[in-house]
């Protein structure tokens, strides 16, 4: 993967200011180490960074192309994982390449069909090309929103993109300053985050499946894919058969790279199914894989069984690893490590996070670099399958409301009196959720069940799940780690939202159909587990360290934290022995604790200017 950016501008020269995209680009070196690569024009500058995968000595960007009067200049982060099929396709159609990278074929296919290249990938992308000839930039994003982009349109009308904030706030036009609507979201939404929105005032992020051109009349933008219902006409054995395609191809298809790949193993369902089928795939090229897992020191001396989490991963971490034989790596994190890098977990994300949630994922990949450079990952299998407690208790299901986030009122009481300046918070979190609902595409005549049930994949597609998109790049990027997620093959979540409700809750199992499809590729003890979430720590000391920092935070009168918040509302926070769910089932009394942390890290790191 890699990291990109760039300036388009009509009124000054980009090339009058080769320092400005140099401070982009060093705001980016960490999501690529490898090489560097800077393009100017009067009108243009691209910015890259890369961490070099596939092809290692012909995949440099920005890449140009040159064919007679025409010149197209691309920079990318993604990878393409129906290369070989475009590939041929251009061939045939007279299109010559120098090397083996996705990054030639995507721009011989943008030359090739335009905008309509897009509708042609099967992969994570976000890109940028300039038509040198027609003055104009494209810019895309992958279906499901894997990888960022995010942009603003300066004053004078300058448009500029990168793939983390920090690159554009790394420019001197930019301004990190936090209106209402982005201080409600930090406050009421957080970690989640608008559709859209770059939360700082002006900068936006392109929406996933969204492309479009900017020239001299401005940035259009539109949608060229979505969730779409169709008629579901497959028997629930020809659905088995489907679903167990799609997963094994989308699988296959993601191991492909010129660099050591491992993945992660929790021992839950969605990552031992990944690793079975990627040891399957090294062990026929007399390959081991190399498998990795988390946890905390002193966990299991301190877990307790419940609802959500019945058991620990390390009952079943150990015997996936031999069933898999692969070359096994536990990471242990203790909790002054975790409360540690909470702040640089703020700065991977530019923004406040999932609290340790974030910061386990960032030291566990730091961890992992030295290891391999790619690394697959089974998120995002709960939201199209249907696995989380919201999609399967009926209670839960039927709550109006963000089923994450049923705290609206909770949250506004730490609120200082006339900080959102007329917001109301209710009304702000149901106008969210209301919009997202009409942004469902439904059949006509669905059953209640299986009209919410669509709705409810929409909800996670456009929040939770971008969520923990967001985590796993900014995360695993930070230590230059490329971190691949099968189960966001777009042609899994398309096939799959249609699906009736009684196919994917098979045999009354969260994720049920999943596990009859994949059958044969797990032990029986592991194929049929009970769902268990992201492993969080479950030692007090945890709690004691965030609260330790919370109230050195407290003992600083000038601390940013108190033009937004009671200090009231932080002591009862720390004192109280009730447990509040700030985002979902992850976050708690100790991530609540630990996000208040990473706002007040947040608003002085950044120099946030409250507007």
């Known amino acids: 993967m890699c990291g990109i950016a760039g300036q388009i501008d009509f009124h000054q020269s980009c090339q009058a200011r080769p320092e400005v995209y140099q401070a982009m680009q060093a705001a980016l070196r960490r999501r690529g180490p490898d090489q560097e690569g800077l393009y100017l024009t009067p009108s243009a500058a691209l910015v890259h960074t890369r961490l070099s995968v596939v092809d290692l000595t012909r995949g440099r960007q920005p890449m140009l192309l040159r064919q007679g009067d025409r010149e197209l200049a691309l920079v990318y982060n993604g990878e393409l994982y129906n290369t070989p099929e475009l590939r041929a396709e251009l061939e045939a159609l007279g299109h010559v390449f120098a090397g083996h990278s996705d990054t030639e ?8 069909w335009g905008e309509g290249c897009v509708e042609r990938f099967n992969g994570i992308f976000a890109f940028a090309v300039w038509d040198a000839r027609a003055q104009r930039l494209f810019l895309a994003r992958d279906r499901i929103g894997v990888k960022p982009l995010f942009f603003t349109v300066l004053p004078g009308g300058s448009l500029l993109f990168a793939s983390e904030l920090k690159a554009l706030l790394a420019h001197p036009d930019v301004e990190p300053r936090l209106d209402r609507d982005g201080l409600a979201q930090v406050l009421l939404l957080g970690p989640g985050r608008a559709p859209g929105s770059g939360v700082f005032q002006d900068l936006r992020e392109v929406p996933p499946a969204y492309c479009g051109y900017y020239d001299r009349g ?22 088995v058969e489907h679903v ?12 492909v790279s010129d660099v050591p790949v491992g993945t992660f193993l929790s021992g839950g369902l969605d990552s031992s199914l990944i690793s079975s089928v990627a040891a399957a795939h090294f062990r026929e090229q007399g390959v081991r894989l190399q498998t990795f897992s988390v946890d905390y020191k002193d966990n299991k001396k301190y877990f307790t069984a419940g609802k959500f989490q019945p058991n620990t991963d390390s009952d079943f971490i150990g015997p996936m690893a031999d069933y898999l034989g692969s070359d096994h790596h536990l990471v242990v994190l203790d909790s002054e490590e975790l409360a540690d ?19 386990s994922l960032l030291a566990f990949c730091k961890r992992i670099k030295p290891h391999v450079t790619v690394a697959l990952s089974g998120e ?16 839960v299901r039927e709550a109006y409301g963000f089923p994450w986030a049923q705290s609206t009122a909770w949250r506004a009481g730490f609120l200082k009196p006339g900080v959102l300046d007329g917001i109301d918070p209710a009304e702000f979190v149901d106008r969210h959720y209301r919009a997202t609902l009409a942004d469902t595409h439904l059949l006509p005549g669905l059953s209640p069940l299986e009209k919410r049930m669509r709705q409810m994949v929409n909800l996670n597609f456009q929040w939770f799940m971008q969520t923990l998109l967001d985590r796993k790049d900014r995360m695993s990027m930070y230590s230059s780690l490329e971190v691949r997620v099968p189960f966001c093959d777009y042609r899994i979540a398309e096939y799959l939202y249609s699906v009736p409700w009684e196919f994917k809750d098979y045999q009354g199992k969260e994720k049920g159909l999943l596990r009859h499809a994949m059958e044969g590729w797990l032990p029986e003890q592991v194929l049929w587990r009970k769902k268990s979430p992201y492993p969080k720590t479950h030692n007090p000391t945890y ?37 509040n769910p700030w985002y979902g089932q992850l976050m708690t009394t100790p991530q609540t604790i630990a996000y208040f942390l990473q706002v007040n890290y947040w608003l002085e790191k950044y120099k946030v200017r409250l507007v």
């Open 105 to 112: 074929v995507l721009l011989h296919a943008f030359a090739q």
């Open 218 to 239: 401005g940035l259009i933008l539109h949608r060229y894919w979505r969730l779409t219902d169709r008629e579901h006409t497959e028997s629930f054995p020809e659905t």
């Open 244 to 255: 167990r395609a799609l997963v094994l191809d989308a699988i296959r298809r993601q191991l």
């Open 341 to 359: 890098a909470l702040y640089e977990a703020v700065d991977a994300r530019d923004l406040p996070g999932m609290a340790d949630v974030d910061s």
């Open 380 to 395: 995002c299998a709960d939201e199209i399958f249907g696995g989380y407690p919201w999609y399967r208790d009926p209670t």
């Open 543 to 579: 709690l004691q360290a965030v609260s330790r920092r919370l109230r050195e935070v407290m003992d600083s009168p000038s601390a940013p934290i108190f033009q937004l918040v009671r200090r009231e509302a932080l002591e009862e926070l720390l004192t109280s022995n009730v447990s």
